[in-house]
């Protein structure tokens, strides 16, 4: 079953449109929230008037600042770098409002309508400030003492704090002396990549019901991160974490943003508790570019030691990263991944990066799919690009004279990733690299685009390389239950975002226990189902829930051996589970089945034979080291002169994860994955004026790809290096099919150009584009 | 993203529509496929009173050939267009205008006349009618029928001649013979959006010489622009492919674009440069 191209078991449910949403979670008697948002960037907030929204009909109740003054800043569920704290965002903004659309008030009303009739009622005076959108300008002030201490709630007093909110280094090796030695050339780049984030179909939607009856608080919509999230919620409302149930309904794409902990869901559930009446809050898309994280929007400059055969030795790298106005829950991810990850499969024996984490009067930023690896690998293969053609030497060269050897691995880089020390899992770098050039004939793909060049057209070819990571811990459990029917169920505290996560396991399980996977119903997203969770995001489901269940797998299999081979009065070696069964192996007519043998467990029978009654097993794992996929993506693009455009005529993705437990499911992320690379690469930006006004709050102007601009993706998946640190042998695939995206095209965009390093920064604008082939023609293009 | 509180009407005849319409003409809009209206209430850019929805009216929709002319009538949807079986050069140019209108639900539900009362700059039919000089008609309760040409009708973005009390009933387009040829070309960042520059071109040629010709350009101005120079440099002239360049060098020199986050002035002037030459192109064959 592992490896199959299993048909997904969420679909029959989604195609039949009998999904549940969270706008399709109805309550009798619910109200509906509006948010109202600060239209101005950065201002001192004079008054607040909601009395003129609660005199419309049907509108509950209005709330500002002074109504939840008592709730602390929202706090950081990853990388929770103290010196962050000062900078948390209140649930409303206290006094001072640092982005266009942060909430100020919001009202609760009987209809959506009417919510939003009565948010235009609410009168909001503000003095407004000066903006700061430039993260690479010096830092100003930012927070006052006053705002810094309430915000870090250390119960200690903070000074004032400045836009820069941490600034880090993660080294190994010694630059210093590297660049000291004078030996070698010295090369420097600098790579912008755009402010964008993940945009899921489905917007973000939040149903809190307080239940009287059974002394619960229970929330409808979450997902991603429900444990945590539920934590959170029964901190700010005072009951017990198990009061609080929340459930995911089916979600419409996550990629980052979607799931954390916002001031919108705070407030939802206060609402519930405090009006003791269904609170239902659905975003729509306005609110979602304007409110959600954002993300990417980092500025590197690099400089690289490199010696004539293209070895790099030794990297000295800086980036700002365009925090937005506010710290969220992801604390320090983002610019802590991007450090870590920046050296890629290369070697690099002096490495260094300082960080500066700043803060712009934009939307918050956040994770998005690939987190701080996009931006990395862009910056880092724009390099490489650049040290082949200065040197003279081929790409693919270049890279294969850095690559971390096969010999060499598992390969420690002494820096941490994500709180654990960073090893390379396993990995052949080259082989990849190979494989892809020969199965899609690389030198092929050269000679061609040459030849349509040298007739005029502008196409070029290009690639970039990467390494991902995934598989984070610290632990999955998952419990298998088979009933006195036989059906067998998968519960787990997994969360889906639409990744097809229920598929995966259910044949994870499946495998063990002979029995196809459309067989076996999986559990999970509900906190009062299963204990523990820690949710879907960096990649790490396959690997942690997948080898949890493959352990509770063998639980199972071992007590259903026990237990018949106690019935059949045979030793359990002579015993094997297959089909369903378990039989004995010199004679497979003879068994019994799992429903058979869930019936001799039930209670009153479990005792007899000294067995804990049921047939169920929990299975746990646990990892303190991330699993590291690598891959390669190469594109051919065709520019049309006269306007700049890019048109991606190719697209080919190599990567490696480890194994692939659904092939099908792996290149369905890898496709969703490119598309959203394509968006950051060519089209997707939010733009800002210069006082703090975003430019891009609906789809007509922030540009997300259709299908009509993705073209066919070609996939090979490879297995060559599963990963030695879990019993799979998986490495996660969700991230890898967005992470060398910007890396290829803008190495494609070059080529066609013929002018190496031309592309510095994403999205690649028409205009641009246009502007770069006139001046190679040395003429005004047209036609 | 929920409208602003409205009444709703849904008149059964094009007198009863007027007769609704003329209850408080500034507080209304005429709904027809929606496809810019919906979401502007949505977004409560636009806060009408009362909708009145024009969709159930008899006789509103269809192409006619009258005389030298083609009549368009306002309810047509632009995928009526796209699939019209007219072969003249007309026909394609209405047919590959269409193609260009956002999506296929778009153009499923979205109107011809809807489109030109609206008044993009960027739309093509907007383009359409400012090429062909095409003569809008519209009609109100209080002053019945009246006859617009195109160069009176559009005066700046989302502003046309008509007066609140007024619907749009049809559009009259002059039946280019096959001497004619047809083209438009344009540019978006993506399949579907409004063009950044359209470019559109109607050229008569007898005997390989240029005998009417007309220029229409969208992106680089609130309205339809008409490019009276690059309609010059081709009247009389011998046709070739250097003409063309001519004729958008002049029509690049003529226009004055403005400045957005998908492309400065100077980028779009380089756009007509680029796109009137294929539309011109596609014209001749």
């Known amino acids: 079953m592992i490896g199959a191209r299993a048909l997904r078991l969420e679909d029959p449910v989604l195609l039949r449109g009998a999904g549940r949403y969270a706008a399709d979670t109805y309550h009798a008697g619910e109200l509906h929230m509006r948010v109202v948002r600060s239209p101005v960037a950065h201002g001192r907030v004079r008054a607040v008037d909601v009395a003129d929204a609660l005199r419309l009909d049907g509108v509950v109740a209005a709330w500002t600042y002074d109504d939840v003054a008592d709730l602390p800043a929202i706090g950081f569920r990853l990388t929770p770098r103290e010196e962050l704290l000062p900078y948390r965002q209140p649930v409303l903004a206290r006094g001072v409002v640092r982005y266009v659309g942060e909430p100020v008030a919001v009202v609760f009303a009987t209809s959506a309508y009417l919510a939003e009739d009565a948010a235009e009622r609410v009168v909001v005076e503000i003095d407004q400030l000066p903006a700061h959108i430039d993260p690479d300008a010096d830092p100003v002030a930012w927070v006052d003492a006053e705002q810094a201490t309430w915000a870090a709630g250390l119960g200690t007093p903070l000074p004032e704090q400045d836009s820069e909110a941490t600034r880090f280094v993660t080294e190994y090796g010694d630059v210093e002396a590297a660049f000291a030695t004078g030996a070698g050339r010295i090369i420097e780049l600098d790579a912008v990549i755009g402010r964008h984030t993940g945009v899921p179909m489905e917007c973000r939607g939040l149903v809190a019901h307080y239940v009287e009856a059974d002394q619960e608080l229970v929330i409808d919509g979450a997902a991603k991160v429900p444990f945590w999230n539920r934590d959170a919620i029964a901190d700010v409302t005072g009951l017990a974490p198990s009061q609080v149930v929340v459930r995911e309904t089916h979600v419409g794409g996550g990629f980052g943003p979607r799931g954390e902990l916002y001031p919108e869901d705070v407030l939802v559930a206060l609402a519930a508790m405090r009006l003791r009446a269904p609170v239902k809050w659905i975003e729509d898309r306005q609110e979602h570019l304007l409110a959600t994280n954002h993300s990417r929007g980092q500025h590197h400059r690099l400089r690289a030691l490199v010696e004539e055969d293209g070895f790099i030795r030794a990297l000295d790298a800086t980036f700002t990263l365009d925090q937005g106005a506010y710290v969220r829950t992801h604390g320090a991810t983002v610019g802590s991944l991007t450090s870590s990850m920046l050296p890629g499969p290369y070697v690099i024996p002096n490495f260094r990066v300082e960080a500066h984490v700043r803060l712009t009067h934009k939307t918050p930023h956040g994770t998005y799919r690939s987190p701080g690896r996009y931006e990395g690998t862009f910056a880092r293969e724009r390099l490489v690009d650049k040290i082949a053609a200065e040197l003279g030497l081929g790409r693919e060269q270049v890279r294969r004279r850095n690559f971390i050897a096969v010999e060499d691995m598992p390969y420690e880089r002494p820096i941490q990733a994500m709180g654990t020390s960073m090893v390379h899992d396993s990995g052949d770098y080259r082989l990849l690299l190979d494989k892809m050039s020969e199965g899609y004939d690389f030198p092929g793909i050269r000679a061609e685009v040459a030849a349509r060049r040298a007739a005029g057209e502008a196409v070029g070819f290009g690639f970039g390389y990467f390494v991902e990571k995934s598989g984070i811990g610290p632990v999955e459990g998952a419990r298998i239950s088979v009933d006195t029917r036989g059906r067998v169920s998968v519960t787990c505290g997994a969360s889906s975002v639409g990744q097809g996560v229920d598929t995966v396991l259910a044949q994870v399980a499946a495998e063990t226990l002979g029995i196809p996977h459309d067989e076996i119903r999986v559990v999970r997203g509900r906190t009062d189902r299963f204990g523990y969770g820690r949710g879907a995001f960096a990649t790490r489901l396959s690997v942690m829930a997948g080898s949890a269940v493959a352990n509770a797998a063998a639980a199972l299999r071992d007590k259903a051996v026990r237990v018949a081979a106690h019935e059949l009065k045979v030793s359990v070696e002579e015993l094997e589970l297959a089909d369903g069964a378990v039989r004995l192996v010199a004679d497979p007519g003879r068994g019994l089945s799992l429903a058979e043998i869930a019936r001799l467990l039930e209670p009153v029978c479990a005792v007899e034979i000294k067995e804990d009654p049921g047939l169920d097993a929990d299975g746990w794992f646990r990892s303190d080291h991330m699993t590291y996929p690598y891959g390669l993506h190469a594109a051919v693009v065709r520019l049309d002169r006269g306007t700049g455009q890019t048109v991606v005529e190719r697209y080919l993705v190599g990567y490696d994860v480890g194994r692939a437990l659904n092939p099908t499911l792996v290149e369905g992320q890898i496709a969703g994955g490119v598309a959203q690379g394509l968006g950051g690469a060519l089209y997707e930006e939010f733009l800002y004026a210069d006082d703090g006004t975003p430019l891009c709050t609906t789809f007509m102007d922030y540009l997300i790809p259709t299908a009509h601009e993705v073209p066919p993706i070609e996939i090979l998946i490879t297995e060559d290096a599963p990963s030695p640190i879990n019993p799979l042998g998986v490495k996660g695939a969700g991230e890898g099919g967005v992470t060398a995206v910007a890396a290829a095209i803008a190495s494609a965009v070059d080529d066609a150009l013929q002018r190496p390093g031309a592309i510095t920064s994403v999205p690649i604008r028409p205009q641009a584009v246009h502007d770069l082939a006139a001046r190679a023609t040395g003429s005004r293009a047209t036609g | ?285």
Request: proline fraction near 6%.
């Open chain 2, 1 to 285: 993203m929920k409208p602003a509180n409205f009444e709703y009407v849904r008149p059964a005849s094009l007198e009863e529509a007027l007769v609704e319409l003329a209850k408080d003409p500034d507080e209304s809009k005429v709904l027809a496929g929606g496809q810019s209206l919906v979401p502007m209430m949505n977004f409560r850019l636009a806060r009408p009173e009362r909708l009145i929805d024009i969709n159930r009216i008899p006789l509103l929709e269809g192409v006619e050939s009258v005389g030298d002319r083609v009549v368009i009538r306002a309810r047509t949807r632009h995928l009526a267009l796209q699939n019209l079986s007219m072969s003249t050069p007309l026909g394609s140019l209405l047919r590959t205008g269409a193609a260009h209108v956002g999506h296929l639900p778009i153009r499923t539900r979205g109107t011809f006349g809807g489109s030109i009362a609206h008044c993009d700059a960027a739309s093509e039919w907007c383009l359409v009618a400012g090429l062909l000089d095409a003569e809008m008609t519209v009609r109100s309760q209080a002053r019945g029928t009246r006859t617009i040409p195109a160069s009176d009708f559009f005066w700046s973005i989302f502003t046309t001649a008509m007066e609140p009390d007024e619907i749009l009933t049809e559009v009259s387009l002059p039946a280019l013979d096959d001497s004619y040829r047809t083209g438009i070309a344009e540019f978006a960042r993506r399949a579907g959006d409004f063009a950044i520059v359209a470019a559109t071109g109607a050229v008569q040629v007898v005997d390989g010489v240029v005998r009417d010709a007309r220029v229409c350009l969208g992106g680089v101005s609130e309205v339809p622009f008409r490019s009276a120079a690059a309609e010059q440099v081709l009247l009389g002239q011998e046709w070739s492919p250097r003409l063309l360049r001519d004729a958008a060098e002049a029509a690049a020199d003529e226009v004055d674009p403005p400045s957005d986050s998908h492309g400065d002035g100077e980028y779009r002037r380089d756009l007509v440069r680029a796109l009137l030459p294929r539309a011109l192109a596609g014209a001749v064959r």
